[in-house]
């Protein structure tokens, strides 16, 4: 079979990743259940009318709570040089305090996430986790605005073949675009680009495109009643054949996910490791002062390093230690004394994820300035 010709199953994320890992939550074989309780703070509706209005209503429903996301994996060159790859795809919004259901695909491997609500702001994102086997991930908003809008989540066990469909999402980053199509077929199985047999899905002729994936399929209620995650194609767009993951199988996952990330607290996080700098380490290796907590690396793509912070460069052996030095020495951190690792710790544990600080460092000998947006970690 030639390759032009070939019929494959693709994910729509513009720059391919290779999935890892194996497993799930759920077995091979998934059966389509009724909806699990979830906390949603929505009226139920029925949209009457011609179906234009039908679509129109339904559209205006949930695409306040469609989001695009921009997730970049960064890469070494060549000259070990950092080179950010980027990929886009589609998510909701889940709850109010920023969690989001998308595809594990559109975030996979992912260094940095960004996510642009429908008002055209962008919020720094991180992931909570995900289920590649079902091709499920939730990430969250840091700092997410309080006027959040919430996606109406449906029931996906009542779907007939024949139903009237609407697919949202941001194909080619075309932002929530809408097509509509009808429900195709149910319980389907494919094998996913990244190799897994996914099951139960919702065929759709909605067309889907790059970009889709992690959006949502919406019923004529207005409701969310699947995720789009890939297409049948032989050119890489759309010929009418779409699968999205029911919702009430995301809903499960999704609910594990957060209550697993809900039990487990976050702290703020810098992205470095260092060492505390001593009287004797600043005579021996004749540094510009007697106290600090000095950078020995900087984690690729974390706040330090977006606030251009550095880590060291020479390695020296000290007392039989292996030390690398050089790096930048923090001294204050809002105006606090750092004088060694543990007080750079302490300080930071009683910042909140997302919280901008000033840090005060010195680097050749001159003293600096930078700021950085803390993030989050378990």
């Known amino acids: 079979m030639s390759s032009g010709k070939a019929i494959k199953i693709i994910s729509y994320l513009l720059v391919a990743l290779i999935a890892g890992g194996a497993g799930g939550y759920f077995a091979s074989v998934y059966t389509e259940r009724p909806a699990p309780q979830v906390e949603q703070k929505y009226a139920v509706v029925n949209i009457t009318g011609s179906i234009d209005d039908v679509v129109n209503l339904a559209y205006n429903r949930v695409s306040p709570s469609v989001v695009h996301i921009t997730s970049t994996v960064l890469r070494r060159g060549f000259f070990f040089e950092v080179i950010p790859q980027r990929g886009t795809g589609s998510g909701i919004v889940v709850t109010k305090d920023g969690y989001v259901l998308t595809n594990n695909h559109v975030i996979e491997n992912a260094d940095e996430i960004e996510v642009t609500l429908s008002n055209g702001e962008s919020y720094e994102a991180e992931l909570i986790g995900s289920d590649p086997a079902n091709d499920i991930a939730v990430i969250k908003i840091l700092n997410p605005p309080e006027n959040l809008e919430v996606a109406p989540l449906g029931d996906s066990s009542t779907l007939r073949v024949g139903d009237l469909v609407i697919a949202i999402g941001n194909p080619f980053g075309l932002d929530r675009t809408a097509t509509m199509g009808i429900v195709s077929s149910l319980n389907r199985s494919i094998k996913s680009e990244q190799g897994y047999i996914m099951h139960g899905l919702i065929q759709t002729d909605a067309s889907i495109n790059p970009g889709n994936s992690g959006g949502p399929l919406v019923n004529s209620r207005g409701e969310v009643i699947g995720i789009n995650t890939a297409i049948l194609t032989t050119s890489g767009g759309s010929i009418g054949i779409g699968f999205a ?10 609910e594990k996910i957060i209550r697993e990330d809900r039990e487990i607290q976050r702290r703020p996080w810098l992205g470095i490791s260092g060492l505390t700098v001593t009287e004797e380490l600043a005579r021996v290796f004749n540094l510009p002062v007697k106290e600090g907590a000095m950078i020995v690396e900087v984690v690729p793509g974390s706040p330090a390093d977006k606030a ?53 460092f010195i680097r050749g000998g001159e003293v600096k300035k930078t700021r950085a947006k803390l993030g989050g970690r378990k």
């Open 245 to 254: 993951i029911p919702i009430n199988k995301a809903k499960i996952i999704m």
């Open 308 to 360: 251009g912070l550095r880590g060291g460069e020479v390695q020296v052996i000290y007392r039989g230690y292996i030390l690398t030095m050089g790096g930048d020495i923090i001294i204050e951190i809002d105006g606090e004394r750092v004088s060694s690792m543990e007080d750079l710790v302490e300080i930071i544990s009683t910042k909140q994820i997302g919280q901008e600080i000033e840090i005060t």
